[in-house]
């Protein structure tokens, strides 16, 4: 059976960056705002970008120092500072095949451009439009109450702004609204408290996914070269989402259902007819029953699911509407655990539980460790002050996977390749090469 030579691949890439970083060529350049749409043929759906058959090859980035927590935000530094940042961490995505990034951090429109002329990589626009509480009227509302009217004409409001200032931004392939909305609908008002309790969670939604709709409606009136979509936990309340969002262009979901996706495929070609992506799926990487790092079952978890993906887009013979997804995520994150505490440990307690992760999930015990998601490890400062990435596992197996197109190659093949990606950790020795400026002790 055919093995992967993780080493030598890794070398590959640090010399790639290595050219990329000193010519600093810019490898996209265009003078005006990219087309960006969805269409359905005979055999599924597709999006494009002007004209060109586009998978999203995506992960979920942000970059946060050790000793820092979900307050840092690299485009408050020195614009030396940010350059050098992205230039590592661009260089290295694009080393692998990412074409995409999804970010919680809103990037200045002239960074997008940038990550963009210099890297190929596009960006989404996501705004989390009140998901964490918002300020409304001049005052901090914890959790927003989507039935207020006040609220609803201030959230659509600074929503059409972000639009208008991001929709002639080349590097912008797509605006997004919320994260997990539905599963944050804890706020309460006379008339939801007087339902039936089982009915009381639904009927926020109804409020949710109408401003929602009516958000994009607006946003499409304003630019109309761009898809417009929600990111949903899943496919909750799909009913509703069918009736309410008829101006949704795709379906933006996050998904963690394991090492494939069931019946999601079926269920939304169904109900809403409509392209999916993934804007959150993947695996941890520390095996919380043998309490340690786990890059393989991370990689081979993420080999299924591209897997999986690549068969469902349009072309296949099957249900033809996924179009891409972004990794969660790019790089650990140290602060997830206890969010202001440990800053500059990397805590290894599981804080949620989740069955379809059999690799490490025990009944009656969490396994889910949120500082442990990335597909590279946060490693310590380079010469320039950059916290440097020690690629995992995955990271490898997923620039084998991007370099085959599910639209260019057969199913036959790129499925053979897929099969043949092996986990030869007898030639990585239990580690993956750090890049040339990492120190060896990236990781405590």
């Not at 926020?204 to 630019?223: C, H, P, Q, T």
């Not at 969660?328 to 379809?356: G, M, P, V």
């Not at 490693?379 to 596992?393: C, F």
Request: aromatic share 14%; glycine share 8%.
């Amino acid at each position: 059976m055919a093995g992967l030579s993780f080493g030598k691949g890794m070398n590959k890439v640090c010399d790639t960056l290595a050219v990329m970083l000193m010519f600093c060529v810019p490898l996209v350049c265009h003078a005006q705002v990219d087309k960006v749409t969805t269409y359905k043929d005979e055999n599924g759906w597709k999006l494009q970008v002007n004209g060109e058959d586009y998978f999203i090859k995506g992960v979920v980035w942000s970059y946060t120092p050790r000793g820092e927590n979900h307050t840092y935000n690299l485009f408050d530094q020195s614009d030396d500072c940010i350059r050098k940042v992205l230039d590592y961490e661009f260089g290295l995505m694009k080393a692998m095949g990412v074409n995409t990034i999804r970010s919680f951090t809103m990037i200045p429109p002239e960074w997008v451009t940038y990550i963009y002329r210099e890297y190929g990589i596009m960006s989404v626009i996501n705004p989390f439009m009140g998901r964490y509480g918002y300020n409304v009227g001049g005052k901090a509302i914890q959790f927003t109450d989507y039935s207020d009217t006040l609220t609803r004409e201030t959230l659509k409001r600074d929503m059409q702004e972000f639009v208008v200032r991001y929709k002639d931004v080349p590097g912008v392939l797509m605006f997004a609204f919320g994260n997990e909305s539905n599963y944050g609908l804890s706020w309460s008002s006379f008339e939801i408290e007087n339902l039936p309790e089982g009915e009381q969670n639904t009927e926020k939604a109804r409020f949710l996914y109408s401003l929602f709709n009516e958000v994009m409606a607006a946003g499409k009136s304003i630019d109309p070269n761009h898809p417009f979509t929600i990111v949903n936990g899943d496919i909750q309340y799909i009913d509703l989402i069918a009736e309410l969002c008829t101006d949704m262009d795709l379906l933006g979901s996050n998904v963690y259902r394991g090492r494939g996706f069931t019946s999601l495929w079926q269920d939304v070609d169904e109900k809403l007819d409509l392209p999916v992506v993934f804007f959150e799926f993947g695996s941890d990487a520390f095996n919380a029953r043998e309490l340690a790092e786990d890059q393989e079952s991370q990689a081979l978890i993420l080999k299924d699911q591209w897997q999986e993906m690549y068969n469902k887009a349009a072309g296949n013979g099957e249900e033809g509407n996924a179009i891409g997804g972004f990794v969660f995520e790019w790089r650990d994150e140290w602060w997830k655990y206890l969010q202001n505490e440990n800053l500059d440990i990397q805590d290894n307690n599981a804080s949620w539980s989740n069955q379809a992760y059999l690799f490490d999930w025990v009944e009656g015990e969490n396994n889910m460790n949120e500082e442990w998601f990335g597909i590279t490890a946060l490693g310590t400062p380079n010469a320039d002050g950059v916290s440097t990435a020690r690629p995992r596992l995955a990271y490898d197996v997923l620039s084998k996977i991007w370099q085959m197109d599910p639209y260019t190659h057969e199913k036959a093949a790129f499925n053979q390749k897929i099969n043949e990606l092996t986990m030869d950790f007898c030639a990585l020795q239990g580690e993956v090469p750090l890049p040339n400026s990492e120190n060896k002790d990236s990781r405590q």
